[in-house]
């Protein structure tokens, strides 16, 4: 290892030397003065002379122990060398590591703003993504409420069907025993009834056939009635209100819940004999006054029907 830290040695001043005396031949030779430099002295031969005129050439003898006279050597020469050397040495060594640390710090900051900006670029995507997400979420939450409605909607409106299916059943099967009751009595071979005394069934084709009241319009003593099985008039029936001179006879279909109030009345024509605007508006506005007995055991709704009877005044 100290062999090659030699060897490096040697080459190194080597190289240094040979960079020197090329600066010296192409740049210090020709900063030295051609001419002589020195100080001009009076001629003379000795050393203890007096006066102020120059005595002539001729006299003048020169002594063998007068010393000669010796113009000193340019001394720029010599000095300008080590400003040279120094100013090689200050570029080769000490500038060269300056401006590599400069590119070095100019990289590391543009490093170091790449990085900031990527930073900065990735927290804004998780931003977004994290929006995008939570408004996503909520889009389902809002799907997953409106289906679960939607559902919840239309169990109810099946179960009303069901309900008012069953209703509709129950009553039609009321009325068919009502029927077979009134007119086929169980070992009855009579083909009439009634006390009038003739043949036939005593009463009214829109009458009720378990009344007893075989006169009058089939309607009852008021000329009005109701049908619903089960439930009974609170107070007495409400009366429509009308100022023609007409007569006939119109059925209002009733919807009741199990507190007894008529939640809704139309016109129905089977069992109606007329079709009077003014008389089926007045009775459909009597009949929604109606009111029933409550019922808790009920169903929420029940069907039935109410029947006035118009007469001439």
């Given at each position: 290892?100290?062999?090659?830290?030699?060897?490096?040695?040697?080459?190194?001043?080597?190289?240094?030397?040979?960079?020197?005396?090329?600066?010296?031949?192409?740049?210090?030779?020709?900063?030295?003065?051609?001419?002589?430099?020195?100080?001009?002295?009076?001629?003379?031969?000795?050393?203890?002379?007096?006066?102020?005129?120059?005595?002539?050439?001729?006299?003048?003898?020169?002594?063998?122990?007068?010393?000669?006279?010796?113009?000193?050597?340019?001394?720029?020469?010599?000095?300008?060398?080590?400003?040279?050397?120094?100013?090689?040495?200050?570029?080769?060594?000490?500038?060269?590591?300056?401006?590599?640390?400069?590119?070095?710090?100019?990289?590391?900051?543009?490093?170091?703003?790449?990085?900031?900006?990527?930073?900065?670029?990735?927290?804004?995507?998780?931003?977004?993504?994290?929006?995008?997400?939570?408004?996503?979420d909520r889009k389902a939450k809002e799907e997953a409420e409106a289906k679960r409605i939607a559902e919840a909607?239309?169990?109810?409106?099946?179960?009303?069907?069901?309900?008012?299916?069953?209703?509709?059943?129950?009553?039609?099967?009321?009325?068919?025993?009502?029927?077979?009751?009134?007119?086929?009595?169980?070992?009855?071979?009579?083909?009439?009834?009634?006390?009038?005394?003739?043949?036939?069934?005593?009463?009214?084709?829109?009458?009720?056939?378990?009344?007893?009241?075989?006169?009058?319009?089939?309607?009852?003593n008021s000329g009005s009635g109701f049908d619903l099985t089960g439930r009974s008039l609170v107070g007495s029936?409400?009366?429509?209100?009308?100022?023609?001179?007409?007569?006939?006879?119109?059925?209002?279909?009733?919807?009741?819940?199990?507190?007894?109030?008529?939640?809704?009345?139309?016109?129905?024509?089977?069992?109606?004999?007329?079709?009077?605007?003014?008389?089926?508006?007045?009775?459909?506005?009597?009949?929604?006054?109606?009111?029933?007995?409550?019922?808790?055991?009920?169903?929420?709704?029940?069907?039935?029907?109410?029947?006035?009877?118009?007469?001439?005044?």
């Open positions: 290892m100290q062999k090659k830290y030699n060897r490096h040695g040697i080459i190194g001043s080597i190289v240094f030397h040979i960079i020197v005396l090329l600066l010296l031949i192409f740049f210090g030779l020709k900063t030295v003065p051609q001419q002589e430099e020195g100080i001009l002295v009076n001629l003379g031969n000795v050393q203890t002379g007096l006066g102020e005129i120059e005595p002539p050439k001729s006299s003048a003898q020169p002594t063998p122990s007068q010393p000669q006279q010796t113009t000193p050597p340019p001394a720029p020469k010599e000095k300008s060398e080590p400003k040279a050397e120094e100013s090689i040495k200050t570029q080769d060594y000490d500038e060269a590591p300056e401006i590599k640390s400069a590119e070095q710090k100019k990289k590391e900051e543009e490093d170091r703003l790449k990085k900031q900006k990527e930073e900065q670029e990735r927290k804004i995507q998780e931003e977004l993504d994290r929006k995008a997400k939570e408004e996503a909607e239309r169990l109810r409106k099946e179960e009303e069907a069901r309900k008012e299916r069953e209703e509709k059943q129950r009553i039609a099967d009321d009325a068919r025993n009502k029927v077979s009751g009134a007119f086929g009595k169980s070992n009855n071979n009579s083909s009439s009834e009634g006390d009038a005394g003739g043949s036939g069934n005593q009463g009214y084709v829109t009458g009720d056939p378990n009344s007893k009241n075989r006169t009058g319009s089939g309607l009852g029936l409400p009366q429509p209100s009308y100022s023609i001179q007409e007569e006939g006879i119109v059925v209002v279909q009733v919807t009741v819940d199990k507190y007894g109030k008529v939640v809704s009345a139309e016109f129905q024509l089977k069992g109606s004999t007329t079709q009077n605007s003014t008389l089926k508006k007045a009775a459909i506005e009597a009949a929604k006054k109606a009111k029933f007995n409550s019922d808790p055991n009920a169903s929420a709704f029940q069907k039935g029907t109410i029947t006035y009877h118009f007469v001439l005044n």
